[in-house]
């Protein structure tokens, strides 16, 4: 269950100090085509970027960390997050679940910064639904089938039959790729990066969230700013 939340948070720190709407941005790939690395590369360049924590009921992997991968919680807690409203979506991915906490995006918007969503297509899809415009999608495709499987074996973390049922999932949610803003292909990972960047870029700039233009473009208007 979605429940709305305070999506209208502002940004002061632009150039000429307009304020505008936070942006929601979501990067979405199949496993192992580079959402992750393409994540942190975003995350160190823009200190103005925070990521959303999600919470999972799949196991730890060796190297996680608990509340900073993920917050991991059993089912029965999960289930309880979910019948008080705490999520701002949630769905089951690979025979688990996963939501994102609605209070830290609240807080994050509400400190003047952006959020960075690593979720699915389902997630996408619903925070679409709550956020509308605030929302920004980009899905990463890898360059062919045979450099997934080889960046899922190189990455080392799973089972040949977890890496089995991510192939076999692939393509399932590379079909989803018309439900997103803007579609990359992660050949190179810095010009992948760099086109990410752009978008992010282009998206802060755009009118519709610059609220604070409006007061600036009145006073350029005005006779006495002329004279
Ligand atoms: P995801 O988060 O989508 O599951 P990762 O970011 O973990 O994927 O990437 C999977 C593996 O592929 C990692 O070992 C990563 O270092 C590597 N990788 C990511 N992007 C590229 C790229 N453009 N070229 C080669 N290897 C890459
Ligand atoms: P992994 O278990 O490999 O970390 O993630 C599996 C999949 O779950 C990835 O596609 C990831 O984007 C997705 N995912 C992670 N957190 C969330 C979430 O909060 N909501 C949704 N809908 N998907 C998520």
Same mark, same amino acid.
């Given at each position: 269950?979605?429940r709305?939340?305070?999506l209208?948070?502002?940004?002061?720190? *632009?150039?000429?100090k307009?304020r505008r709407?936070?942006v929601l941005?979501v990067l979405s790939?199949p496993s192992? =085509?580079?959402?992750?690395t393409i994540?942190? @590369?975003?995350l160190? =360049?823009?200190?103005?970027?925070r990521?959303?924590?999600?919470?999972?009921?799949r196991p730890?992997?060796?190297?996680?960390r608990?509340g900073?991968d993920y917050?991991?919680v *059993?089912?029965?807690?999960f289930?309880? @997050?979910?019948?008080?409203?705490?999520?701002?979506?949630? $769905?089951?991915?690979?025979?688990?679940?996963?939501g994102?906490p609605a209070?830290?995006? *609240?807080?994050i918007?509400a400190?003047?910064?952006?959020?960075?969503f690593d979720?699915d297509?389902?997630g996408?899809?619903?925070?679409?639904?709550?956020?509308?415009?605030?929302?920004v999608?980009v899905?990463?495709?890898?360059?062919s089938?045979?450099?997934?499987?080889?960046?899922?074996? $190189?990455r =080392?973390t799973?089972?040949?039959e977890?890496?089995?049922?991510? @192939?076999?999932?692939?393509a399932?949610?590379?079909?989803h790729?018309?439900?997103?803003?803007?579609?990359?292909?992660?050949?190179?990972?810095h010009?992948?990066?760099?086109?990410?960047q752009t978008?992010?870029?282009?998206?802060?700039?755009k009118r519709?969230?610059?609220?604070?233009?409006?007061g600036?473009?009145?006073?350029? @208007?005005t006779?006495?700013?002329s004279a």
């Amino acid at each position: 269950m979605l429940r709305p939340t305070t999506l209208t948070a502002s940004r002061t720190d *632009d150039p000429h100090k307009f304020r505008r709407r936070g942006v929601l941005f979501v990067l979405s790939s199949p496993s192992g =085509a580079g959402k992750s690395t393409i994540s942190r @590369m975003l995350l160190e =360049a823009d200190r103005t970027l925070r990521m959303s924590v999600s919470v999972t009921t799949r196991p730890i992997r060796p190297g996680e960390r608990d509340g900073v991968d993920y917050h991991f919680v *059993d089912l029965p807690r999960f289930k309880e @997050m979910v019948a008080a409203g705490e999520f701002l979506e949630w $769905a089951h991915v690979f025979g688990h679940r996963y939501g994102t906490p609605a209070q830290p995006v *609240d807080d994050i918007l509400a400190s003047g910064n952006d959020v960075l969503f690593d979720i699915d297509w389902q997630g996408a899809q619903q925070l679409h639904q709550l956020a509308g415009g605030d929302v920004v999608r980009v899905f990463i495709l890898p360059p062919s089938m045979e450099e997934l499987e080889r960046r899922l074996r $190189a990455r =080392a973390t799973d089972s040949d039959e977890v890496i089995t049922a991510r @192939m076999a999932r692939a393509a399932s949610e590379i079909g989803h790729w018309d439900g997103y803003d803007y579609v990359l292909v992660n050949d190179d990972a810095h010009a992948c990066f760099r086109r990410v960047q752009t978008i992010l870029e282009a998206e802060r700039l755009k009118r519709s969230r610059q609220t604070g233009l409006i007061g600036f473009v009145r006073k350029l @208007m005005t006779p006495e700013s002329s004279a």
